[in-house]
């Protein structure tokens, strides 16, 4: 494996497990109790909380992957088809998780900065990342070989 990265989600596990209290408050106030559609949806957001909180690329000597938490969202491109890598900033606009921007797809769980990627036959991707000069570093050094 030439590289390997987890980034922990503080932007979108924070704003989800923010949102519990919160959801929980509001529920109480209205109706003095919890009912069915306020614990369905205490439990979505502590489950996106988890499925959002990490991302993790992966570049072998074959391919790109990479996913969100313990393996949801699971994306492999062949190193091969992977025609440009540039370290860009996205707009806080954009946001996070996983969104269709005018750049393409972005997959993010934290922070503005990101690796685009262009792929054959396909579109730009960005994957936000903490260390874009390394994931760029790793896809230019494996896709030259």
Known sequence: MQYRHTQVGYVTGGVTIAALPLIYYAFMVEDGELGLFAYTMLSGFGVLAILFSSLTVQVTDRELMFYFG??????????????????????????????YTPH????????????????RGQEQLRIGTDEPEALKQALEETTAR
Do not use: C, Q
């Not at 949801?72 to 996983?98: K, P, Q, Y």
């Not at 797809?105 to 990627?117: F, H, K």
């Open 70 to 99: 313990p393996g949801f969202w699971t994306r492999r491109f062949a190193l091969d088809d992977i025609i440009s890598v540039e370290v860009v900033r996205n707009s806080a606009l954009h946001g996070w998780g996983i969104r």
């Open 104 to 119: 393409g797809w972005l997959y993010n769980v934290s922070g503005l900065r990101a690796v685009e990627v262009t792929i």
